[in-house]
């Protein structure tokens, strides 16, 4: 942690904080049924989003999956355009026509996210590859699920990738589980995802996801290792998803069995968020009370979101087929 200012460590807190109180906010009025969206929450999974796009400049780009609003918001996404896009409304980051899985945010370096799996792990190799093509130092980088290492399109764009040694980073959220498929039915046992990588001859490197330091200062290593002409890097950053795979709720309170509550309430005990508090704390770098203000700082700005995309208009009839080519 040497190598991280304590502007730093406040930043990726702050970030952390504004992405969970973001999702629990909307996940609890998601009951509303005001929501006609499937929704993909990221709980437990801050840092992976937060510790990336803190090493990113703000000309890089990213790309998501449907697990996306956590990627959406740490590069800069408007917690209001993202309550209108939940609510179908004309603000929403997507006019209200893409609902939890298709955002974007263009201005800010967030392209697009899209529920099709794998999909823009081969567009962000294009972006980088285009990058490269202008002799820009600009970075592509790419958020994708575990189980994306099972489709084809990630070897063919890593493959790619590597050959033409292009300024992409390839970022897998390790959370065990595809829907409610756990890694033991789905890979081979001892099956370690960087090896897989690195046969590829691409960098790779295992982190605590859980962890904001520890992912920013990969991610750090990992950007400027691509913006020295080295070619692409894989992180595989270890967390978990706290909810249910599609919805607010709780799988153990759903009845569902593929995982255990004594699983979940490990992980919730490595907490993201819980982590980097108590880390500004012990190191006297933030207060208790500093903590609170920020998070009430936090909760307004999400208050404020939520009443303004419920006031806000729906999109009109007769542009619905805007944007479709």
Same mark, same amino acid.
């Given at each position: 942690?040497?190598?991280?200012?304590?502007?730093?460590?406040?930043?990726?807190?702050?970030?952390?904080?504004?992405?969970?109180?973001?999702?629990?906010?909307?996940?609890?009025?998601?009951?509303?049924?005001?929501?006609?969206?499937?929704?993909?929450?990221?709980?437990?999974?801050?840092?992976?989003?937060?510790?990336?796009?803190?090493?990113?400049?703000?000309?890089?780009?990213?790309?998501?999956?449907?697990?996306?609003?956590?990627?959406?918001?740490?590069?800069?996404?408007?917690?209001?355009?993202?309550?209108?896009?939940?609510?179908?409304?004309?603000?929403?980051?997507?006019?209200?026509?893409?609902?939890?899985?298709?955002?974007?945010?263009?201005?800010?370096?967030?392209?697009?996210?899209?529920?099709?799996?794998?999909? /823009? !792990? @081969? *567009?962000?190799?294009?972006?980088?590859? #285009?990058?490269?093509?202008? %002799?820009?130092?600009?970075?592509? $980088?790419?958020?994708?699920?575990?189980?994306?290492?099972?489709?084809?399109?990630?070897?063919?764009?890593?493959?790619?990738?590597?050959?033409?040694?292009?300024?992409?980073?390839?970022?897998?959220?390790?959370?065990?589980?595809?829907?409610?498929?756990?890694?033991?039915?789905?890979?081979?046992?001892?099956?370690?995802?960087?090896?897989?990588?690195?046969?590829?001859?691409?960098?790779?490197?295992?982190?605590?996801?859980?962890? /904001? !330091? @520890? *992912?920013?200062?990969?991610?750090?290593? #990992?950007?400027?290792?691509? %913006?020295?002409?080295?070619?692409? $890097?894989?992180?595989?950053?270890?967390?978990?998803?706290?909810?249910?795979?599609?919805?607010?709720?709780?799988?153990?309170?759903?009845?569902?069995?593929?995982?255990?509550?004594?699983?979940?309430?490990?992980?919730?005990?490595?907490?993201?968020?819980?982590?980097?508090?108590?880390?500004?704390?012990?190191?006297?770098?933030?207060?208790?009370?500093?903590?609170?203000?920020?998070?009430?700082?936090?909760?307004?700005?999400?208050?404020?979101?939520?009443?303004?995309?419920?006031?806000?208009?729906?999109?009109?009839?007769?542009?619905?087929?805007?944007?479709?080519?």
């Amino acid at each position: 942690m040497g190598t991280v200012t304590p502007d730093v460590e406040i930043r990726l807190f702050k970030s952390v904080l504004r992405l969970r109180r973001a999702e629990e906010s909307l996940a609890a009025l998601y009951s509303e049924q005001e929501m006609r969206t499937p929704t993909h929450f990221g709980v437990g999974q801050e840092a992976v989003a937060s510790g990336v796009c803190e090493a990113l400049l703000p000309d890089d780009v990213v790309y998501s999956h449907h697990r996306c609003h956590n990627h959406y918001l740490a590069k800069g996404g408007s917690v209001a355009g993202l309550a209108a896009e939940l609510y179908g409304r004309e603000t929403g980051c997507a006019n209200g026509r893409g609902g939890s899985v298709h955002l974007t945010a263009v201005d800010k370096g967030f392209v697009v996210s899209s529920a099709i799996l794998g999909q /823009t !792990i @081969a *567009v962000a190799t294009g972006s980088a590859l #285009a990058f490269q093509m202008d %002799r820009s130092s600009r970075v592509a $980088v790419t958020f994708f699920g575990e189980a994306t290492c099972e489709e084809g399109v990630f070897y063919e764009s890593m493959n790619y990738a590597a050959l033409r040694k292009l300024p992409v980073l390839f970022v897998c959220e390790n959370n065990l589980y595809s829907t409610e498929s756990p890694l033991s039915t789905r890979q081979p046992t001892g099956t370690e995802l960087c090896e897989r990588a690195r046969a590829f001859k691409v960098t790779a490197e295992k982190v605590d996801g859980n962890d /904001t !330091i @520890a *992912v920013f200062e990969a991610a750090t290593r #990992a950007v400027e290792s691509i %913006r020295a002409g080295n070619g692409p $890097v894989f992180l595989e950053c270890m967390t978990y998803r706290w909810r249910e795979h599609v919805g607010p709720g709780f799988d153990h309170e759903l009845g569902r069995t593929y995982r255990t509550k004594a699983e979940l309430d490990k992980w919730i005990e490595h907490c993201p968020v819980k982590l980097a508090g108590e880390r500004l704390q012990s190191r006297g770098i933030a207060s208790e009370a500093q903590i609170a203000r920020w998070t009430e700082e936090v909760e307004s700005e999400i208050r404020v979101a939520v009443l303004t995309a419920k006031q806000a208009p729906w999109p009109e009839a007769q542009n619905l087929f805007d944007n479709i080519y």
